[in-house]
């Protein structure tokens, strides 16, 4: 079982959906977890960073975490054409631990 | 624009060769990650430098050196290239030692023939 499982998608929705991503992993050492946001042949883009469980929000995203179930998901409301990304989880354990990611899902959103 | 800096965006060369990936961190940042990305084994965590120093070995061939310099820029050698090292190698950094944060450049596409 590898430590992080990501649906790679690809995942089409219409503009203004909810969107929700999920990553489950299998380290009940991880305490920090992310969102990478990524275009196509750019660089991996920090969306949202959480420790431990619990929610976080940014405009029009939330990081969820439940440790107990070993799921993380990111919702992302009213999605745009500029949203259609491919979207990275990754999380690590305590300091000096490496940062381990998701493949990655692929979303595309339509105008 | 994270402000990590990659240089050369693209390289292609021979199995056999030797290349050098080279990367600037955002400017304060301490911490220098390198990533090889394939589309079979997604983003694979190679090395970190703090300072000048490794901090954490992670899936880094043999083949593969690195190094942190005075002035916190850091260079990735790839040696004796084979066909399986083409992917996209990234740089990233972040401020302290622990990982949490970290910010990545554009890339650098190698294509090895």
């Known amino acids: 079982q590898k430590e992080v499982e990501q649906d790679p998608g690809p995942l089409s929705v219409p503009e203004g959906a909810i969107v929700s991503l999920n990553c489950t992993y299998s380290?009940?050492?991880?305490?920090?977890f992310m969102w990478y946001r990524q275009y196509s042949r750019k660089g991996p883009e920090l969306l949202m960073y959480?420790?431990?469980?619990g929610n976080k929000e940014d405009g029009r995203f939330t990081a969820q975490v439940d440790k107990s179930s070993k799921y993380i998901s990111l919702f992302i409301r009213d999605s745009q054409p500029s949203d259609s990304a491919t979207y990275l989880c990754?999380?690590?354990?305590?300091?000096?631990?490496?940062?381990?990611f998701g493949k990655g899902t692929t979303l595309s959103v339509s105008s | 624009d994270s402000g990590v800096t990659q240089t050369p965006k693209h390289l292609i060369t021979a199995t056999g060769q030797r290349v050098t990936l080279r990367c600037s961190p955002r400017?304060?940042?301490?911490?220098v990650y390198w990533y090889q990305q394939s589309l079979d084994q997604g983003l694979q965590f190679l090395i970190q430098?703090?300072?000048?120093?490794?901090?954490a070995k992670g899936n880094i061939l043999e083949r593969f050196s690195a190094q942190q310099f005075p002035d916190l820029h850091s260079e990735l050698n790839l040696s004796s290239l084979e066909l399986g090292d083409s992917a996209l190698y990234f740089c990233?950094?972040?401020?302290?030692?622990?990982?949490?944060?970290?910010?990545f450049g554009p890339g650098t596409r190698l294509l090895v023939l």
């Open positions: 990233a950094s972040s401020v302290g030692v622990s990982q949490e944060t970290q910010y």
């Open positions: 380290n009940s050492a991880f305490q920090y």
């Open positions: 959480t420790y431990s469980s």
């Open positions: 990754a999380m690590k354990g305590q300091a000096g631990t490496a940062l381990i």
């Open positions: 400017s304060g940042d301490l911490s």
């Open positions: 430098y703090y300072n000048g120093e490794e901090r």
